[in-house]
């Protein structure tokens, strides 16, 4: 199988999952992909949810003596508007610069393509190939995975008899400069309502004797930070995992400078707490961040109230060692002891989960049972990616969170192996979304070593 | 002339001057009050300007040896919606348990149109009162005075030669206790402007090595308070006038209790600084207060961003002794020396005017050179307000800010006696607004003393 070709062919679907209007799309997607998994030589099987089906494909299904590889992806993709800036449609794939262009080429549909084209690829040259593997693509990523948990849930005696999850839906410096993600922070959100006198007050009439809310709000949030940037929460890091000085020392490599990064957010200085550069803190370092503030008067001029109510929504970034209930519950025990005399505090929890940290083998720090599976599919994917990118990979840890990498590890027990396949110029999410066509080829070629590294085939 | 039949009369035109659709309105109340002054004795002018016109009345005007009185009321008045909430119609005056109901009966048709009936009353019995006045009723007090200022100007020479101005539009704590009003807070406004990244950002991608706009911002809001309430800028109680101990007797008799504040505002505690409690400190303190204050996401439920930008609107209540242009000076240095590297910010002045205050005579701190017409004046008012009401008035400040009070003073150096003649049952600028019958009655009988009062022939 040609990955360029399948891309090609795939990418005419449109498979937005954010729009009704597009149930068409989704259809032809999952049933384009259902066929291409039996064409490679797995045994497909679309599973219905409450949402869009999950496209299951199994080979070696009954074989369960072999080593076995969950690979995930998701073949739903995100909006096109605004379709004007598109230089060709984003249903039509079109080939230019060494790249292809369309909606999903990037995100996901390229990068998950080549998992089914390596094994298809393999199976053609060993058509005994001694590797169980199970394809599970779900069509609802771009709207949360909404259902995906229940399928989890569902599956969950058949998918712990994998050994890893293996996927591609992270990113990477360059084309030449893969990225293997090895982290991913977890989340904690909180919305605190402050409330004061019963309606918005004139402040001529009532101002000096009312606790203004915004007043005490902010007061209240200007405590949780210290001045050298460190989160001012009693216990906020007890228990955080602090990178190891090889990560760090690897990180290092990671081809961006603070210099650039400031250019980029038009920022003179970036933040950073002591002990961390800025880059490392984004990565590594777990966070408390006031994602919107509101109260009182909004409009343009002046309107000289005291206002009745204030709001903030406060999201923390977690890391390995912190829990987010526990970090929830220290958050609000600060928030609600601080809060000045005359206002009423409420405390809303919002989304909640752990970071996410798996250890390459052959580390100060790799655990003694790392699954062996994993272990061979790292090693195998480190020699692949030096060999055909010309670096070898960097092993970074992504600030952000994907949840759904740690449900497979508390429903599943299974660790991810996460190979970036596409860069900041694939345009995700945006007009002109593509996926470098070296990179595709390249990671096929990756993707074929693992499964025979795993399979103890190479 | 009966005040009651002329009150009936004069709030059946809808001088709404926030709506152009009550243009005719406008006109037939600004006619009424011109024919009202030529039947009380004075000599009507209506006084073009680009908005509604000035009704000027003037009464012995070419008698520059004669004490000279200025009065000033406004014969605009408020919307009436919602209409539905009004028991009788807003420009129907009705009259029920001793209160007459209607827009405009106690703001302010009412209260100024007891001066001219005051003077028609007092005229009847001496044609040959020794006494010059000239009244003032503006048509845009309810939309900013906006043209006020202007007339003031236009007009300076002539008002100048006033003693002092006599005005109606303030409360009293209720029907038997009336306030004379001797002083107003000031005010200076700023917007504050911070700027960060130059888009959100992804608080995950980003969140930790970039300073948060609205940290900054909250972090230095915060700072403008110290922990006693106090205001946290160097210089800010430079020169206030602490008010002089018979005044703060003198408010002690403000028949309000901190208690009923509280339930009234449905906190469970009021807002002080040191040395002064609540009551005292919303008329007699300056403050810095924020009006609103907004950055990052506002909807419902969470967006994980650093948001790239975050205000604020603050509004410092000013006392005498300061002055708003030092007082913005010093809120501005203290603002941008606190602002964290990593953001920028921009200060935006909004508007400005100083504190009023005028003292009575015979107290320790009255000006050796108080004006003799106004000291006879308020010592008439005091007179005939403990006879007819039951009860001395009481003297007290209030914390909100009349513009044109001061600017009187700018322009023309006259100083104003503010006698109360609503209640806060009056419920101006609401529906079913109300002006007791009995306050308008013995409001006649106190203008007419004071009127007599300054002739010298009381």
Redesign the interface.
């Known amino acids: 199988m040609n990955i360029v070709e399948v891309v090609k062919e795939y990418v005419k679907y449109p498979s937005i999952s954010a729009d009704p209007a597009f149930a068409d799309g989704v259809k032809g997607t999952y049933e384009f992909l259902s066929n291409l998994l039996k064409k490679a030589g797995a045994v497909p099987e679309i599973v219905p949810t409450r949402g869009n089906p999950v496209v299951v494909g199994r080979f070696n299904a009954d074989r369960k003596d072999l080593p076995h590889i969950v690979i995930y992806g998701h073949y739903d993709v995100q909006p096109v508007d605004p379709l004007e800036l598109w230089e060709t449609p984003p249903f039509e794939a079109t080939e230019r610069d060494g790249k292809i262009f369309g909606r999903g080429t990037a995100d996901n549909k390229g990068p998950h393509a080549v998992s089914v084209v390596a094994l298809a690829n393999l199976l053609a040259r060993r058509p005994d190939l001694p590797l169980r593997v199970t394809f599970v693509f779900e069509g609802e990523e771009e709207i949360g995975s909404t259902h995906f948990r229940e399928f989890l849930d569902a599956h969950a005696a058949e998918l712990s008899e994998g050994d890893f999850v293996l996927l591609s839906d992270t990113s990477s410096p360059s084309e030449n400069e893969i990225a293997i993600t090895i982290g991913l922070?977890g989340?904690m959100?909180l919305?605190v309502n402050v409330e004061?006198?019963?309606s918005d007050?004139?402040?001529?009439?009532?101002?000096?004797?009312?606790?203004?809310p915004?007043?005490a709000?902010?007061?209240v949030?200007?405590?949780l930070?210290n001045a050298d940037g460190t989160v001012n929460v009693p216990g906020f890091y007890d228990g955080v995992q602090e990178p190891a000085a090889w990560e760090r020392e690897e990180f290092s490599r990671f081809p961006q400078s603070e210099e650039d990064?400031k250019k980029f957010?038009?920022?003179?200085?970036?933040?950073?707490?002591p002990g961390y550069n800025?880059?490392e803190?984004?990565r590594f370092?777990?966070?408390l961040?006031?994602?919107?503030?509101?109260?009182?008067?909004?409009g343009s001029?002046?309107?000289?109230?005291?206002?009745a109510k204030?709001f903030a929504?406060i999201?923390c970034?977690l890391v390995p060692g912190q829990d987010p209930a526990d970090i929830r519950e220290k958050v609000s025990a600060a928030i609600l002891s601080r809060m000045p005399?005359?206002?009423?505090v409420k405390l809303t929890p919002?989304?909640g989960n752990p970071a996410y940290f798996v250890c390459p083998p052959n580390r100060p720090n790799t655990p003694a049972d790392m699954n062996p599976a994993l272990a061979r599919a790292f090693e195998a994917a480190e020699k692949i990616i030096t060999e055909k990118f010309g670096n070898a990979p960097i092993y970074t840890r992504?600030?952000?969170?994907i949840g759904i990498i740690e449900d497979f590890r508390r429903v599943t027990g299974m660790d991810s192996l996460m190979i970036g396949f596409f860069t900041a110029d694939s345009r995700i999410h945006a007009p002109n979304e593509n996926a470098d066509i070296s990179m595709l080829e390249k990671g096929v070629a990756t993707y074929e070593a693992i499964f025979e590294s795993c399979a103890g085939t190479r």
């Open positions: 922070r989340m959100g919305e004061g006198p019963n007050l004139h402040s001529g009439l009532h101002g000096g004797a009312v606790m203004n915004l007043q709000l902010m007061e949030c200007a405590s930070h990064y957010l038009d920022v003179d200085a970036l933040y950073n707490i800025p880059l803190c984004a370092m777990p966070t961040e006031f994602n919107g503030v509101g109260g009182g008067y909004q001029g002046s309107k000289t109230i005291v206002p204030a929504k999201t970034r005399a005359g206002v009423r919002m989304q992504e600030g952000g969170s």
